[in-house]
């Protein structure tokens, strides 16, 4: 797989979208921050990745002497769309905020493209809060084709004792530890027609929107 046609994923509410094409997507703690955001996330897991920190080993068995990074200080990105944490904010579970698919919108990004921005980029080949998921610097995104378990990144079926190892990698994630400015925002996704619309009022051209309502629950 070609490391330009990869795209990393972010669902935020469509709320939120006006500050982003001002101010880029920023970090929370970000003097930019948007004081008005509407949060979609798990909030106990919002706070465990605040202070969890994870070596990045890019593979070694080595890794004694490994950087170690906070997830709290990254934004994190999908490698695909219709993730678990989708179906929990669709649903309400885990005390979420049930949200309408019509609230949620996709922000598309090229990870090579944020790489050759940014200095601090990582990616997992897991749930990065997950022990068993590997993490990567930027030195091996050139490999990330093969590294990434893309059918399990991809697969519709994921639930069940059966399948926790492919949700994991299901859930693998590019992180940047900077505010990354609209301008490295591709396109946007959306539920339906309705919320298609509301984007064209906030200024966004047409031809960056598009409607994937089957990359909903």
């Keep these: 797989m070609n490391l330009s ?8 509410h469509i ?9 880029g997507i920023t970090h929370k703690n970000s003097p930019n921050a948007n004081v008005n955001y509407v949060s979609i996330g798990d909030n106990s897991l919002i706070d465990t990745r605040a202070s969890k920190t994870i070596q990045v080993t890019n593979g070694t068995l080595d890794y004694g002497d490994a950087k170690r990074i906070c997830l709290g200080d990254f934004i994190p990105f999908y490698f695909w769309l219709r993730m678990p944490m989708l179906y ?9 905020v049930k949200r309408n698919p019509e609230e949620i919108v996709y922000l598309v990004c090229i990870p090579s493209k944020l790489a050759d921005q940014y200095s601090e980029v990582y990616f997992s080949d897991g749930h ?8 990567y610097d930027k030195t091996a995104l050139n490999k ?9 990144i991809k697969a519709r ?4 004792d059966q399948n926790l190892d492919i949700k994991r990698k299901k859930e693998a994630e590019f992180l940047v530890k900077a505010d990354i400015a609209s301008d490295f925002i591709i396109g946007f996704g959306c539920y339906n027609e309705v919320a298609k619309q509301k984007l ?12 994937i309502h089957q990359y909903y629950y």
């Design 157 to 160: 079926d994921w639930g069940g």
């Design 88 to 96: 929990i904010i669709q649903r309400g579970f885990h005390n979420v």
């Design 15 to 23: 709320d939120n979208i006006p500050h982003i094409l001002q101010n």
């Design 144 to 152: 990330i084709g093969t590294i990434l378990d893309w059918k399990a």
């Design 128 to 135: 990065a809060a997950d022990k068993f998921s590997v993490l």
């Design 200 to 211: 064209i009022s906030f200024g966004i051209e047409e031809v960056k929107i598009k409607v």
């Design 5 to 12: 046609e990869i795209k990393v994923f972010r669902m935020t």
